[in-house]
């Protein structure tokens, strides 16, 4: 699914063309950390279900390149069922409904690893606005629909600028900003900042 009218958010900000080389590199980049992050992956996915019921994988639709629907996966680190109960999208400190392993998992970011399987299909990058739910990118104003001018990224400039303590609307201003000043350079600020915050486990939560 495609939503609204990008013709006129693509007249103010026209993306780059892929470029074929740096593709290739981004997909053997992603399989070849599959291959070496498969130990841990069995294991956490040992853990997650030693610890509660229900599938080690979470999935879920999420707004993506120009408003297009597509799956995202993350490892679970909720009781199975209750993220559908939940009313709040971001998690918040002392939320019952993070297990003990999730907690972990979340705090260290190892739950978003499963997202390198994005990146090889072609729904994600490594940098860039992180994906929201189609409830709210299929209702995006023109403004808000800059987001999706890019693949949504693991990572992005919101992320390392407040993470889940920034309001929507923050994240929108920061990622739109992000994409008008996209370059090499941003890219690896952000990606060794991603390193920085996953190591200090900071920004995780929400206040509850």
């Known amino acids: 699914m495609i939503i609204g009218d990008f013709s006129e958010v693509q007249k103010q ?15 053997i980049t992603a399989v070849l950390m599959l291959l070496v992050l498969s130990p841990l992956f069995l294991t956490v996915t040992l853990l997650i ?10 999935k879920q639709q999420r707004g993506g390149l120009y408003g297009r629907h ?4 993350k490892f679970r680190t909720m009781e199975h069922g209750r ?5 709040r999208i971001n998690p918040f400190v002392g939320d019952p409904s993070i297990t003990k392993v999730g ?3 979340r705090k260290t970011s190892i739950d978003e690893l499963p997202q390198l399987i994005n990146i090889v299909k072609g729904d994600m990058a490594f940098i860039g606005p992180r994906p929201t739910v189609t409830d709210q990118t299929d209702n995006y104003n023109d403004y808000q629909k800059q987001r999706l001018l890019v693949k949504p990224g693991v990572t992005g400039l919101a992320q390392v600028s407040g993470r889940n303590t920034l309001t ?12 008008n000043r996209k370059s090499l350079r941003l890219d690896l600020y952000i990606l060794m900042q991603t390193f920085v915050k996953v190591f200090r486990t900071e920004e995780v939560y929400e206040k509850s």
Do not use: C, H
């Open 13 to 27: 900000k026209q993306p780059k063309r892929s470029n074929v080389v740096a593709r290739f590199l981004e997909i």
């Open 49 to 58: 279900r030693l610890e509660s019921k229900g599938p080690a994988m979470f």
């Open 70 to 73: 597509f799956t995202i996966y």
């Open 83 to 87: 993220d559908k109960k939940r009313n």
């Open 103 to 105: 907690n972990i998992l």
């Open 168 to 179: 929507w609307d923050e994240k929108i201003e920061i990622d739109i900003d992000y994409i």
